[in-house]
């Protein structure tokens, strides 16, 4: 019985963890993806993890003025206040807040100009 349920688990953590890696899709970030896929087709960054998707917002926020970079911690305040929402909820309120800053152009290509290219979910190769 007691691995049954072991099993149960496992193959539940195995479904959660699969849909957590799947790219945030929706309105908040369909502005972001036309872009990649405009800027860089070939490259298929969509694929990106949550965590390389982290860095190159990192980075782009960081070239931001510090009055957009407070508006981009309010969203992520504001959207992903629970403990268990993780990186591609914080990933979501960011790219939704740069599009709100008319900066998806701009961060899209940061992102092109960061990673050559996706062969599969999260595995990506960085140009740094």
Avoid at 56 to 82: I, W
Wanted: glycine letters at 8%.
């Amino acid at each position: 019985m007691r691995f049954g349920s072991m099993i149960l688990a496992l193959a539940g953590a195995a479904i959660a963890w699969s849909v957590a890696a799947q790219p945030a899709e929706g309105p908040t970030t369909d502005h972001y993806y036309a872009e990649l896929d405009r800027q860089c087709p070939e490259s298929q960054l969509q694929l990106l993890s949550p965590g390389q998707l982290r860095d190159g917002v990192d980075d782009f926020m960081s070239s931001l003025p510090q009055d957009a970079q407070t508006r981009m911690r309010q969203a992520e305040l504001a959207r992903c206040s629970s403990a268990g929402e993780g990186v591609a909820c914080v990933n979501d309120a960011d790219i939704g807040m740069i599009d709100e800053l008319g900066q998806t152009d701009r961060f899209a290509g940061s992102i092109c100009a960061a990673f050559l290219r996706c062969r599969s979910q999260g595995d990506c190769e960085s140009l740094r």
